[in-house]
């Protein structure tokens, strides 16, 4: 079995490029989405804790199974812990033998990333130059160089809670060649928005966007809904426009869509992000039309992120072939790994 670490990532991405392995995950999301019904589904598993979520989330097609375990405390960085950590698990079918094990904290910002970027590419305006982003966490580098492959951003508007976060922010993205606007908050960054992409943590159903804040012609990235009680849109934004979710099951109990009852999730509802892939159904019609991608992480983009890393990991030589399954010559005598 291979053991990524997140110093062995770091490795992987440093040969294989960020863009490139930003660009390949897209890739390899578009292969398992287009195979949506090839997936064992079901909404993830959360145990809700004093503090936050904790949360596994599996899925499988006839090759790989895999799931991620991960966490969702907001308080922590109050304390110097990271608001969210996660490792991951890949399996071969035929045997059930794991094939990799690997941190999921890094690709869970490169998966997110991607999966936004390939709704923004459906969703959005082709001439989309200016993006907002509400939430300098840690998602938000990974979403504004995302976001420069598929749309000519040229300007960035962002905005968080936290000053030092927006620091952060202006910091690591000071030679992205991007106009960098700090706003003052998330009405000013709303200005002149083409994209508008919502990542924050407080779980509350908080409304950090409001209706009249966003123009005829804007896409809506919605990130941050996670887990039930947590929404970051004002509902009526949801009514203005297309709405996409990934897997409409766990939507409607983490996504904006909760807001909803069930007679309005169908009268919102344009499509689940696999069947704009496959092209069942279309993405932006209209210029002036509002599009909404209802985001709450899906465990079939973890999946993808898995199995790109494998093969980078191989290709490359990067991680540590470690022993994880007894090295014993019959299979029945398990004791004698003991010695």
């Known amino acids: 079995m291979k053991l990524v670490t997140v110093q062995d990532l770091a490795q992987i991405v ?42 596994l989330m599996p899925t499988a097609d006839q090759q790989y199974f895999s799931y991620k375990c991960v966490n969702g405390h907001p308080a922590n960085p109050f304390e110097g812990k990271q608001t969210v950590v996660a490792t991951g698990q ?27 970027i390939i709704a923004t590419d459906y969703l959005a305006r082709k001439d989309s130059s200016v993006l907002a982003i ?53 009405e000013e960054a709303c200005l002149g928005a083409d994209i508008i992409t919502v990542c924050t943590a407080c779980k509350l159903h908080a409304i950090v966007v409001k209706n009249d804040w966003v123009k005829a012609g804007v896409h809506i990235n919605g990130l941050g809904g996670d887990c039930p ?8 934004i949801l009514f203005r426009g297309k709405v996409v979710v990934e897997f409409t099951e766990q939507s409607m109990i983490e996504g904006e869509i909760q807001q909803l009852t069930p ?7 344009h499509a689940e992000l696999w069947e704009l892939i496959n092209g069942s159904k279309t993405g932006r019609e209209l210029d002036d039309e509002v599009t909404i991608f209802d985001s709450v992480g899906f465990a079939v983009e973890d999946f993808s992120a898995l199995r790109l890393t494998h093969d980078l990991a191989h290709k490359y030589g990067i991680g540590q072939d470690v022993d994880m399954v007894p090295p014993i010559e019959d299979p029945k005598n398990l004791i004698s790994v003991l010695g």
């Open 90 to 116: 890949m399996n071969e079918i035929k045997y059930g033998y794991p094939i990799l094990l690997s941190e999921m904290t890094t690709l869970t910002g490169f998966r997110t990333a991607a999966t936004a």
């Open 263 to 269: 007679a309005e999730v169908k009268q919102v509802m």
């Open 229 to 236: 009680g947590k929404t970051e849109l004002e509902k009526s």
């Open 134 to 186: 509400i939430g300098t966490g840690a998602q938000s580098e990974f979403q504004t160089l995302a976001h420069k492959l598929v749309r000519p951003i040229k300007t960035v508007r962002y905005f968080d809670t936290d000053p030092a976060a927006m620091d952060k922010f202006a910091k690591n993205m000071a030679n992205s060649g991007l106009e960098l606007i700090a706003c003052k908050d998330a």
């Open 14 to 55: 440093k040969q294989h490029g960020f863009d490139n392995f930003m660009r390949d995950l897209v890739d390899y999301l578009k292969q398992d989405f287009v195979r949506w019904n090839d997936f064992d589904k079901s909404p993830r598993y959360a145990a809700h804790v004093p503090g936050g979520v904790l949360e």
